[in-house]
């Protein structure tokens, strides 16, 4: 063990130029060989040699000169021998994927190493694929017969693994047009699809959570679209709410994966998922007295929808919902708990986020109304008491409500108008933390950038405004020390 420990300390001092020198002289596969998996020391000081004199070769002659030793790496009993070789094998995916493309048995053994008990083994290996299928000889390898019997394999080990590997065929679909028609051409995506089928309920959860992902791009929306997915998960969703005990279980997963199908697509989703919208609104409808089990995922998702413009005008077709929805936030905001209250104004910053490009007047007076029946009288007032407290899960939420605030004509009007405000906003000392820090900043920076504030704060705030951004966010104002003469 002296031994390896000298070699170590030798080699963290030598030139990558000399260790060149030094690789190519020397017979690694006796090393591996010689590895014990049970001396933690020993382990750890061959892995660090090995990765020291792997890192000093060129990316391109690593498949040249030593692709017996990686092999011997990724076939090793030990996980962190495993690393060791996937942490090359990830350099020539980045650098020379179509290299990588024509090394079977290295992808083969890549492949078997997904289905590694050890979550760092399994993930490099997967973040292999992922990076070779952003290369078309990649995707060909991927989906060759010489893989593809290897990872349906290493799916049949367990139902984790099959998951790991929807997981990585997803990342990789999402890349291309072709990366997608290929994950589809293998079946791997049918598959995924055919999941929902089964009475597994945490299974069926992953895969809704997968197929979320999948939908962000318009042809994976094209795929759920062929297959029948939306109509699928629908007939779930409509099964949970005429009592079926198995699919109300899944209720949580389907309500996350419309609303992701709402935000990305609202104007076409917030009218097709009918069910879907009345379901979140009557969670936010105190009336109604089914919310409480559902009202943080229902937040979420008119949060989420309400994020962009068009969410906000598919939001809108459901005004007197809305109305009740603020309201309840308004409510929630009051007297919720702690972590209630700080999704509840996460929620309210994104219906009030609206870039000046698209403030046009039907979304201003949208924006406006929404805020307004959050409380009967000056929903501002409590939004500023709540930034001030201490607390900062409360805090940043309050400061990112004012920072929406802000951007908009009339929340500019409503600031300037709100006592304390002014004082408040230029204040240093309240910030104890850099996330307030910046916070603050960036307020102050878009009220001096905006084409509107100008016009409503005067120019001597606005002054103080441009000082206060020209210091920083950090700046610290200097202490005037006066010293005594003691005689």
């Given at each position: 063990m002296s031994v390896l420990t000298q070699i170590k300390a030798i080699l963290s001092s030598t030139s990558n130029e000399?260790?060149?020198?030094?690789?190519?002289?020397?017979?690694?596969?006796?090393?591996?060989?010689s590895i014990d998996a049970t001396d933690s020391d020993q382990l750890e000081a061959c892995c660090s040699i090995l990765d020291r004199l792997f890192g000093a070769l060129?990316?391109?002659?690593?498949?040249?000169?030593?692709?017996?030793?990686?092999?011997?790496?990724?076939?090793?009993?030990?996980?962190?021998?495993?690393?060791?070789?996937?942490?090359?094998?990830?350099?020539?995916a980045v650098a020379y994927p179509q290299h990588l493309a024509s090394h079977l048995e290295i992808l083969q053994k890549v492949a078997n190493l997904i289905g590694h008990e050890s979550v760092t083994v399994s993930g490099k290996a997967c973040k292999i694929f992922t990076s070779l299928g952003q290369n078309a000889e990649g995707l060909e390898a991927i989906f060759s017969n010489q893989i593809l019997p290897q990872l349906n394999e290493v799916m049949s080990r367990s139902d984790g693994v099959r998951l790991r590997v929807y997981e990585m065929i997803v990342?990789?679909?999402?890349?291309?047009?072709?990366?997608?028609?290929?994950?589809?051409?293998?079946?791997?995506?049918?598959?995924?699809?055919?999941?929902?089928?089964?009475?597994?309920?945490?299974?069926?959860l992953n895969c809704l959570e997968l197929l979320s992902k999948l939908s962000l791009s318009d042809l994976g929306f094209q795929f759920m679209e062929s297959v029948g997915l939306i109509h699928r998960v629908e007939q779930l969703f409509i099964s949970a709410e005429n009592g079926s005990v198995s699919a109300m279980l899944l209720v949580p997963g389907?309500?996350?994966?419309?609303?992701?199908?709402?935000?990305?697509?609202?104007?076409?989703?917030?009218?097709?998922?009918?069910?879907?919208?009345?379901?979140?609104?009557?969670?936010?409808?105190?009336?109604?007295?089914?919310?409480?089990?559902?009202?943080?995922?229902?937040?979420?998702?008119?949060?989420l929808i309400g994020s962009t413009p068009d969410g906000k005008m598919a939001l809108e077709k459901h005004h007197d919902s809305m109305i009740t929805t603020c309201r309840y936030m308004g409510q929630l905001m009051n007297d919720a708990p702690s972590a209630r209250r700080s999704r509840v104004l996460s929620v309210i910053a994104q219906l009030m986020h609206l870039q000046v490009e698209s403030q046009t007047t039907e979304l201003l007076t949208i924006t406006k109304d929404w805020f307004n029946h959050l409380l009967d009288s000056d929903p501002l007032k409590k939004i500023l008491a709540v930034a001030k407290q201490p607390f900062t899960e409360l805090h940043i939420p309050g400061l990112e409500v004012i920072k929406s605030l802000a951007l908009l004509p009339w929340g500019q009007d409503y600031l300037n108008c709100q006592p304390g405000f002014e004082e408040y906003i230029l204040d240093r000392n309240t910030e104890k933390s850099k996330e307030g820090m910046e916070m603050k900043y960036e307020i102050v920076k878009m009220l001096i950038h905006s084409p509107t504030a100008s016009g409503i704060f005067s120019s001597e705030t606005m002054l103080r405004f441009k000082t206060f951004e020209l210091q920083g966010p950090f700046y610290v104002p200097m202490q005037t020390i006066v010293a005594f003469d003691s005689a």
């Open positions: 000399e260790l060149w020198s030094i690789v190519s002289a020397l017979q690694l596969n006796a090393l591996y060989e060129d990316v391109s002659i690593l498949f040249t000169a030593f692709t017996s030793d990686i092999i011997l790496g990724l076939s090793h009993k030990s996980p962190a021998v495993n690393e060791v070789s996937l942490n090359q094998v990830a350099r020539v990342d990789i679909a999402l890349l291309s047009p072709e990366a997608l028609s290929r994950s589809s051409e293998s079946l791997f995506l049918q598959s995924l699809v055919a999941e929902l089928n089964k009475k597994d309920v945490l299974i069926q389907i309500l996350r994966f419309f609303g992701g199908l709402c935000f990305t697509y609202p104007k076409e989703m917030c009218v097709r998922l009918e069910l879907f919208m009345k379901k979140i609104f009557s969670a936010l409808d105190p009336h109604l007295g089914d919310g409480s089990e559902f009202t943080d995922i229902a937040l979420d998702s008119i949060g």
